[in-house]
């Protein structure tokens, strides 16, 4: 355990140099970039990823090939189902916790069919991916759907001294909390003790089935609340919204220091790696770069990782 937690802070230190140096590089090119009303962007931007990666890092943690390719699915039905939701009559009053809700369930599908069905975790959450995607789509015939309550519209675009009010409200408290479960509680011990061992943890009498479900359930929730973002930001449910956060979100969990076979890892790296990740963006976009670039860049970086990652494994072997 001494050992992860070394490695975790050297990835974290690694990371905060590279942040720093996509930061310097920029501003070099092109001074304007370092504006406070930047930096304000880069956290608009951030906050549907911070949330999605979240989920995604409880399920890589507790190890058993982890992993939710399902996310921007989730995202993108969630919004849609909520907005048809309010137009078959549902209180305003319970809009914030109907994409939540939605979310949860479409993670507990996950849930399901990895640990009752035992489908290996990235073919079946591939498949939901598209099920999900494609029923967003099909759904709304690629158009967006109106009807968000005017009074969560303020909420999605304002801000508090450059801060957007949902990344103070909903992102860092969420941050918090899974901080606080993973270091504080039995349940972060479990999630750790099944990504570093599981037959061991199954042994000891965790019930490692019942906690993955649950991770797939949270995940699912997470995405959920990053579509109550989309709904608040945007005004409007967007068929397509989570698209590529499946990849972006995996590669801040693995560019954050959690190990990519689970067990080692924490929030704090994860979320420096959304905002370098936004910021990459977002400074790729600043000097005209094609967006096309920008999933390819994100793609190399998680290569990287990956490679990085297995080095030790392979000398050890």
Do not use: C
Not at 191 to 210: P, S, T
Not at 259 to 271: E, R, Y
Request: glycine letters at 12%; zero cysteines.
């Amino acid at each position: 355990m001494m050992a992860a937690t070394t490695s975790t802070t050297a990835k974290l230190v690694l990371l905060l140099v590279l942040f720093a140096g996509i930061l310097a590089s920029f501003a070099l090119y092109e001074p304007r970039f370092l504006q406070p009303s930047l930096a304000s962007t880069v956290l608009q931007f951030a906050s549907m990823l911070a949330l999605v990666a979240l989920g995604q890092t409880l399920i890589v943690l507790a190890g058993g090939a982890g992993i939710d390719l399902s996310v921007g699915g989730m995202v993108s039905l969630s919004a849609i189902l909520t907005m048809m939701a309010m137009s078959a009559g549902v209180p305003e009053a319970v809009f914030p916790l109907v994409p939540v809700v939605i979310g949860a369930l479409l993670g507990a599908v996950n849930g399901v069919l990895v640990t009752k069905i035992r489908i290996l975790p990235l073919i079946a959450t591939l498949g939901t991916l598209f099920v999900f995607g494609g029923l967003a789509m099909a759904l709304t015939g690629g158009a967006s759907l109106s009807g968000v309550p005017q009074w969560l519209v303020p909420f999605g675009r304002g801000n508090l001294g450059g801060v957007p009010w949902h990344v103070l409200v909903l992102v860092v408290p969420a941050y918090l909390a899974v901080a606080g479960m993973l270091t504080f509680t039995p349940w972060g011990r479990w999630f750790y003790a099944m990504g570093h061992n599981e037959r061991a943890a199954r042994l000891v009498g965790i019930d490692v089935d019942r906690i993955r479900f649950l991770a797939y359930v949270l995940s699912g929730a997470l995405s959920g609340l990053a579509a109550l973002v989309s709904l608040a930001w945007f005004g409007s449910g967007r068929p397509n919204i989570g698209q590529n956060l499946e990849l972006e979100s995996l590669a801040a969990v693995l560019l954050g220091g959690v190990a990519i076979f689970g067990g080692a890892g924490g929030v704090l790296g994860v979320l420096v790696a959304v905002l370098m990740i936004v910021t990459l963006k977002t400074g790729l976009q600043f000097i005209n770069v094609s967006a096309v670039w920008q999933v390819g860049i994100v793609g190399a970086l998680l290569l990287l990782v990956l490679l990085v990652d297995l080095i030790p494994i392979r000398r050890r072997s």
